[in-house]
T-cell receptor, first 115, second 113 residues
Framework: AQKITQTQPGMFVQEKEAVTLDCTYD???????LFWYKQPSSGEMIFLIY??????QNATEGRYSLNFQKARKSANLVISASQLGDSAMYFC????????????FGPGTRLSVLP | DAGVTQSPTHLIKTRGQQVTLRCSPK?????VSWYQQALGQGPQFIFQ???????QRGNFPDRFSGHQFPNYSSELNVNALLLGDSALYLC????????????FGPGTRLTVT
């Protein structure tokens, strides 16, 4: 079974608008972390935001926020006020304590910001 | 402050050959993890090195091996290359094996012909 599911292979958003990238995960672990990374065409993975399974507040980092719904096992990334430079692949990832803390990545969503 | 660096940037090898990829972690980081990213897919965890030992390993065959040096830099070795080993190989460093924030390098693009 897929540990991380990202159902949107590609998304388009108009510049300055907000966009939500979906991520659902599968785990039986009580302690885990959820991450979002951005990968521009250059290939380098850029860390965006982190949410711990025990964190009660949704994580925020500048224009990025993580909509964490633990019961639904979803960790959607919200990007506010999209910029042209936000065009990239976005990966959701999880790290489970009971699985050696290895990172498991989803298949990614390609976001294109339109001028 | 130097980030994570990897060398070489690109590499072309023939089936059956062996390859060594190199990674220098971000300054102050002591843990290095390696990932394989096939075209159009998310990265897959290969293994993690901390204190010069392999601490965690993903579902990769023994053809994939690594090493960490006292200065925390690391090498990834792949023996008996297969066409399916063609991928972007990413190195990530962190401050300790459990720290949630990893910094990635630009990757090495390996093509096996």
């Amino acid at each position: 079974a897929q540990k991380i599911t990202q159902t949107q292979p590609g998304m388009f958003v108009q510049e300055k608008e907000a966009v939500t990238l979906d991520c659902t995960y599968d785990t039986s672990d009580q302690s885990y972390g959820l991450f979002w990374y951005k990968q521009p065409s250059s290939g380098e993975m850029i860390f965006l935001i982190y949410q711990g399974s025990y964190d009660e507040q949704n994580a925020t980092e500048g224009r990025y926020s993580l909509n964490f719904q633990k019961a639904r096992k979803s960790a959607n990334l919200v990007i506010s006020a999209s910029q042209l430079g936000d065009s990239a692949m976005y990966f959701c990832a999880m790290r489970e304590r009971n699985y050696g803390q290895n990172f498991v990545f989803g298949p990614g969503t390609r976001l294109s910001v339109l001028p | 402050d130097a980030g994570v660096t990897q060398s070489p940037t690109h590499l072309i090898k023939t089936r059956g050959q062996q390859v060594t990829l190199r990674c220098s972690p971000k300054s102050g980081h002591d843990t290095v993890s390696w990932y394989q990213q096939a075209l159009g897919q998310g990265p897959q965890f290969i293994f993690q090195y901390y204190e010069e030992e392999e601490r965690q390993r993903g579902n990769f065959p023994d053809r994939f091996s690594g090493h960490q040096f006292p200065n925390y830099s690391s090498e990834l070795n792949v023996n008996a290359l297969l066409l399916g080993d063609s991928a972007l190989y990413l190195c990530a460093s962190s401050l300790g094996p459990l720290h949630h924030e990893q910094y990635f390098g630009p990757g090495t693009r390996l093509t096996v012909t």
